[in-house]
Each structure stands twice: as structure tokens, then as C-alpha cells.
């Protein structure tokens, strides 16, 4: 059994630019969750996708947009980065049957 | 709205000691996890509690639903329990639901 796995581990854009973050999920889990954590923050729930589909969303702005794809892997887009976007972006996949949420170990983005 | 609270912020404590870290939780909240994060970044699940107490070798979380509060104990601490310890509110009530985490607690022992 795989665990969640993210890409890139860090990346560094400027203001303005698009960001695509990836996420694949544990072996058998249908649902992932993207977070952000800023430095010295808990994480903040930005959206989750059940089987392809929204599934809920956190209070972040529309640039902040996302997929899940036929094999439950998903993409976090960003766009027209902003300084502030600088965090960690963690995504967890989970299963009707667990609850519980297993994390990817993150993407480290650097908007400058 | 739901909220959850961890105290304290930072913990530091020698090696051998009792460690408790206490969350507390809003209304709405049905299942709390407590996870661990450290440096780097990566996460992992340590527990996930809608009742009673959990134990896993030297750690034990336990939750009062009617007080709405959780802890996590760290017996005989080790150096390499430093970490942030962060623990995190659910609703299952409607589909997966989402985690609402708290700001984490920063734990340090020292040798």
C-alpha cells in the first residue's frame, strides 16, 4: 500500500505567475483535502474533492481552484500568485470506511 | 462556527517527563484528531477519537465530549518527541467533512 505522495517538495514563483501543485493518494481513498499552512500556523482547509467532485470548500478566493482525476490524484491551481501565498500546501486522502486522514508531506512554495 | 483551541504554545520539558497538551473544541465538532508535524513538514496521525481514551506505547489521548476538550500525554518524554503536536476538529456528520486544525503546540526535550 502506497502512502500520499506530493510534487514537487518546493517551488519558487514570482507575483503573478500560476502554480499547479499534485497530490496522489493513498491506494483505495476516493477523497482528498488540500490545506495550506503558513509558517507558524495550524493548516487551513482550502477545498476537498470526493469521486471528481467538490466537496467542500474553505474561505479562500476563487484563484485557489482544483481536480481530481479517474484515479482519485488531484492538482491544486493557483493563480495570479500573491506574496501571501507563500506556505505549505499539504493534501490528505481518506476513505469512507477510515476517517481518518492520511498526509502527503507537502509542497513548499515560495512566492517572491 | 467551529473553532479549536490547543494550549499551551510552546512546551519545553526535560527528558522523563509527563507531557500534556490540551484542545479544546467548539460545538459541531464530532471527532478530533491529533496529529504530529515535524520539522519539514510531514504529518502524521497519532489519533482519532470520538469517545473515551486512546493509548499508543507512551501515548495517550483522551476526550470528555460533555466538556468538549481533549488531551494528549506523553509519558517518560524523549528527545525525539520534539515536534509540533496539533490536534484538529471533524464533522463527520455530513459527507468526509473537513479538518479544522488548531494553531499547534511546539514541544521541545531536552536531553
Known amino acids: 500500500e502506497t502512502g500520499v505522495t506530493q510534487s514537487p517538495t518546493h517551488l519558487i514563483k514570482t507575483r503573478g505567475q500560476q502554480v499547479t501543485l499534485r497530490c496522489s493518494s493513498q491506494?483505495?481513498?476516493?477523497?482528498v483535502s488540500w490545506y495550506q499552512q503558513a509558517l507558524g500556523q495550524g493548516p487551513q482547509f482550502i477545498f476537498q474533492?470526493?469521486?471528481?467532485?467538490?466537496?467542500g470548500r474553505g474561505n479562500f478566493p476563487p484563484r485557489f481552484s482544483g481536480l481530481q482525476f479517474p484515479n482519485y490524484s488531484s492538482e491544486l491551481n493557483v493563480n495570479a500568485l500573491e506574496l501571501d501565498d507563500s506556505a505549505l500546501y499539504l493534501c490528505?486522502?481518506?476513505?469512507?470506511?477510515?476517517?481518518?486522514?492520511?498526509f502527503g508531506p507537502g509542497t513548499r512554495l515560495l512566492v517572491l | 462556527k467551529n473553532e479549536v483551541e490547543q494550549s499551551p504554545q510552546n512546551l519545553t520539558a526535560q527528558e522523563g517527563e509527563f507531557i500534556t497538551i490540551n484542545c479544546s473544541y467548539s460545538?459541531?465538532?464530532?471527532?478530533l484528531h491529533w496529529l504530529q508535524q515535524h520539522p519539514g513538514g510531514g504529518i502524521v496521525s497519532l489519533f482519532m477519537?470520538?469517545?473515551g481514551k486512546k493509548k499508543h506505547g507512551r501515548l495517550i489521548a483522551t476526550i470528555n465530549i460533555q466538556e468538549k476538550h481533549s488531551s494528549l500525554h506523553i509519558t517518560a518524554s524523549h528527545p525525539r518527541d520534539s515536534a509540533v503536536y496539533i490536534c484538529?476538529?471533524?464533522?463527520?456528520?455530513?459527507?468526509?467533512?473537513?479538518?479544522?486544525f488548531g494553531k499547534g503546540t511546539k514541544l521541545s526535550v531536552k536531553p
Open positions: 490528505a486522502s481518506s476513505s469512507p470506511s477510515t476517517e481518518t486522514q492520511y
Open positions: 491506494s483505495g481513498h476516493n477523497t
Open positions: 474533492y470526493y469521486r471528481e467532485e467538490e466537496n
Open positions: 460545538v459541531g465538532i464530532s471527532a
Open positions: 477519537l470520538s469517545s
Open positions: 484538529a476538529g471533524a464533522n463527520y456528520g455530513g459527507s468526509q467533512g473537513n479538518l479544522i
